[in-house]
């Protein structure tokens, strides 16, 4: 059974990056049915989309976020990343990796648990 | 696109019929798709495109509508029911979720 699991710094501070690498076991990054993406909830507040790769590097990401996001991917280590940069205490969530089924319908079909990041000094 | 669920948080017991509401600001035709969240646990995918079961769910879970507006029902609710649900919209960049819907035990 697939499994992803977010790593990365749990306190960031602010003006800082903040860098997760979301590693995908059981599975290939490289399977052409899928993009793969990062999703993020504010404590008390909804989930929300912030972009999502593709095995060959294509990206989407979030217009309100566009300017501050880069996603990657690296095939051989069956790993993908997110850097966010320029963070604010704005950007404390609970940061998601999950994998979306691109087809007909697009939907998230497996997560991983999650990992709290808090900007703070 | 903006995705409103309602009711934002509801009481039910084990047996209950519970059916929660999304709407879309605009159509989103059958690109709806809803979600379990428990706390430390992975979110769950439980109906994609409106009314199609993820493989896995119970068949007590089921979606319906299409437009503007759709539903998840539980038909009997089971102690594991308790949690939160989300809708999502996959019509149109940027993805965007529902508020959540708190269910929670009476």
């Known amino acids: 059974q697939l499994q992803l699991q977010e790593s990365g710094p749990g306190l960031v501070k602010p003006s800082e990056t903040l860098s997760l690498t979301c590693t995908v076991s059981?599975?290939?990054?490289?399977?052409?049915?899928?993009?793969w993406g990062w999703i993020r909830q504010p404590p008390g507040k909804r989930l929300e989309w912030i972009g999502e790769i593709y095995y060959s590097g294509t990206t989407y990401y979030s217009p309100s976020l566009k300017s501050r996001v880069t996603i990657s991917v690296d095939t051989s280590k069956n790993q993908f990343s997110l850097r966010l940069n320029s963070v604010t205490a704005a950007d404390t969530a609970l940061y998601y990796c999950?994998?979306?089924?691109?087809?007909?319908?697009?939907?998230?079909?497996?997560w991983g648990q999650g990992t709290l990041v808090t900007v703070s000094s | 696109i903006q995705m409103t669920q309602s009711p934002s948080s509801l009481s039910a017991s084990v047996g209950d019929r519970v059916t929660i509401t999304c709407r879309a600001s605009?159509?989103?035709?059958?690109?709806l798709n809803w979600y379990q969240q428990k706390p430390g646990k992975a979110p769950k995918l439980l109906i994609y495109a409106a009314s199609s079961l993820q493989s896995g769910v119970p068949s007590r879970f089921s979606g319906s509508g299409s437009g503007t507006d759709f539903t998840l029902t539980i038909s009997s609710l089971q102690p594991e029911d308790f949690a939160t649900y989300s809708c999502?919209?996959?019509?149109?960049?940027?993805?965007?979720f529902g508020q959540g819907t708190k269910l929670e035990i009476k």
């Open positions: 999950a994998r979306l089924w691109s087809g007909y319908s697009d939907y998230f079909d497996s």
């Open positions: 999502q919209q996959s019509f149109s960049s940027p993805k965007t």
């Open positions: 059981s599975g290939s990054i490289s399977d052409s049915n899928y993009f």
């Open positions: 605009q159509s989103i035709t059958t690109y």
